[in-house]
């Protein structure tokens, strides 16, 4: 049952997160947009409320921990609850060990490990308050396979992992489920920038990774779907 749920989307101006938010539209959420770029983000909200839904804007940088808890109250003093935390801010920053940089390693490492964190750890109150909640983290196939040019990415996706999994096990008696999703490649703007990528033709779409996570808050409430993996056709990652 999505109808009348509360969900903070992080990452929710492009790519799977605004997929997301416009899923979960359709189904009756009202959505709490997240990200760091307001012009974005009001794009999305117009988008979603041009077809019958509720959007709510909140510029924030995730990897921040006032930032992070203003998301959270403003959401509160909005709706007064929160049913849905989807976790998908995320950034990578791709280049060899050798050729790395401290600074590169901590971005990709707020941004897909601190921020999961911060946000998961924030929702918690009043999530136990009301003894419910879903918390549902988009991580990587990379939390599990390792390529190369990406060590910084892949750490952060295989801690955001096991975070994921003792999350679950020290928050399930609340009431309240988390689930990790590893997605392959996916067609988004990601991979701007990038000099070589597979074949966009077989990679996943946004809309693929959206229908999966509806899928997981439709599911009963006494059911925890612990871990999905999504991978393209072809076996392309």
Excluded at 33 to 55: C, F, M, P, W
Excluded at 80 to 91: A, F, R, T, V
Aim: glycine share 6%; aromatic share 6%.
């Amino acid at each position: 049952m999505i109808e009348g749920k509360i969900a903070i989307i992080t990452g929710a101006s492009r790519g799977v997160g605004k997929a997301t938010a416009m899923a979960l539209s359709k189904h009756g959420a009202s959505v709490v947009l997240a990200a760091r770029t307001q012009n974005d983000l009001e794009r999305v909200a117009d988008e979603i409320q041009a077809s019958g839904g509720k959007a709510l804007v909140i510029r924030a940088d995730v990897t921040l921990l006032d930032q992070v808890q203003q998301l959270v109250n403003q959401t509160l003093d909005h709706y007064g609850k929160i049913d849905i935390l989807i976790n998908n801010s995320g950034i990578g920053i791709f280049e060899s060990v050798i050729d790395s940089d401290v600074e590169s390693w901590n971005k990709v490492l707020d941004s897909n490990l601190k921020s999961v964190y911060l946000c998961s750890k924030a929702v918690l109150p009043p999530m136990f308050e009301q003894q419910s909640g879903q918390i549902i983290n988009i991580l990587s196939i990379a939390s599990k396979v390792t390529f190369q040019f990406s060590s910084a990415y892949c750490a952060a996706k295989s801690a955001a992992l096991a975070f994921t999994k003792v999350l679950r096990e020290e928050i399930r008696e609340h009431g309240i489920r988390v689930t990790a999703v590893l997605p392959g490649s996916i067609n988004s703007p990601f991979w701007a920038g990038m000099e070589t990528h597979p074949d966009f033709d077989l990679m996943l779409t946004p809309e693929h990774i959206a229908q999966t996570i509806v899928n997981i808050v439709k599911s009963p409430r006494d059911m925890t779907i612990e871990e999905v993996t999504v991978t393209p056709p072809l076996g392309i990652l």
